[in-house]
């Protein structure tokens, strides 16, 4: 028996009407993802932070069981499979385990991006993990004094490792995520960082581009990391992550050499993201759709020459105004 069905009996699972129609793209694309900001609070102050405008911005408005359970009742209607929870830190909400619960009943996919605040406690990852498949553990150095100076918080790297290290012992089968951003201040920590991810157990790894967002866009020329040094530091890593999956996010696909075929860039799924947003009527729990992978990225001129430009999203805005971008190498037509 299950762990879920220790906690509560065999699932009910409540399919989608059969009338309902997927959820096309402009270009074809199935929107199969729900993105949902549970909260704007979070006991870090990572210093690369992309929610952290937001989370200024919109703490004041709650988000209240109401509005998480309408938006997870109408997006599984809609043939969304599968959500991901988000904050700030999820699993602080007083909503998350009742939203993890919800939306296993609607028969989807459920995870989570945190930092394992709550979950580094037993008695709280007992309850949440028979609703959860899987999570995406922020760990940003192999060590507490790397990881820490990145998340702002002495005890962070402690309390991540714990739950990582609770959820694995409590569900074997259990999707063991992780996600590293990289900045000048921890690039150099990459491959045992990679190497830590692998000896926690972890299934899947992404390496993550310092996103020009939030706090990172505040600071951006101290944390973004030269193309020079984002390309050395990547080589070898397929060595260090052995049969770990492997993905980059937000990097040139000519700078991760034979990792190219790792880009999250043709590894990506379209999402509808509901979040607080300012708008013509106000702030509003709204929806927004993202189609491709191409947010705040954008193509230099020499990517005119390259064969990969329709995959690759190139680099960040904010990288080509203020860095030199003369690292990029156009991948070649081979059929000349
Ligand atoms: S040259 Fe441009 S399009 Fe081609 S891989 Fe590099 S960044 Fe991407």
């Known amino acids: 028996m299950s ?54 911005g919109f703490s004041r408005f709650p988000v209240t069981w109401g509005r998480v359970a309408t938006v997870l009742r109408t997006h599984a209607e809609r043939g969304v499979g599968a959500v991901h929870l988000t904050g700030g830190e999820p699993t602080i909400s007083p909503h998350f385990l009742k939203a993890c619960m919800l939306a296993k009943k609607l028969g989807m996919r459920t995870s ?86 692998r000896r926690l157990g972890v299934q899947l790894l992404v390496v993550s581009n310092t996103t ?57 799924d379209p999402r509808v993201t509901v979040e607080w947003m300012r708008s013509e009527q106000g702030v509003v729990y709204g929806e927004a759709y993202s189609w491709t992978p191409n947010r705040r990225r954008c193509h230099t001129p020499i990517c005119a020459q390259c064969t990969r430009s329709a995959l690759c999203q190139g680099v960040y805005d904010r990288f080509a105004e203020l860095f030199d971008t003369s690292l990029l190498q156009p991948f070649p037509d081979s059929s000349r």
């Open 3 to 56: 762990l879920r069905e220790r906690a509560s009996g065999p699932l009910p699972v409540v399919a989608p009407p059969s009338t309902v129609r997927p959820w096309v793209g402009p270009e074809g694309q199935v929107m199969r993802r729900l993105e949902l900001h549970l909260t704007y609070h979070c006991p870090e102050r990572c210093l690369f932070c992309s929610e952290e405008h937001r989370m200024v």
């Open 212 to 268: 020009p967002e939030g706090a990172a866009s505040d600071r951006y020329e101290e944390l973004a990391v030269p193309l020079d040094v984002l390309r050395d530091a990547v080589s070898g890593l397929g060595d260090d992550a052995g049969e770990m999956t492997l993905r980059f996010f937000g990097m040139p696909m000519c700078i991760l050499g034979d990792l190219a075929a790792r880009s999250n860039d043709v590894h990506w």
């Open 112 to 197: 989570i991006g945190t930092i394992g605040t709550m979950l580094s406690r037993a008695d709280f990852a007992e309850k949440a993990l028979p609703w959860l498949d899987e999570a995406l553990f922020s760990v940003h150095g192999p060590c507490a004094e790397v990881h820490d100076r990145m998340a702002g918080r002495q005890g962070s790297f402690q309390q991540i490792i714990a739950a990582m290290t609770l959820a694995r012992r409590l569900r074997p089968d259990f999707g063991l995520f992780m996600n590293t951003v990289v900045t000048r201040h921890n690039v150099a920590h990459l491959g045992a960082t990679v190497r830590l991810a």
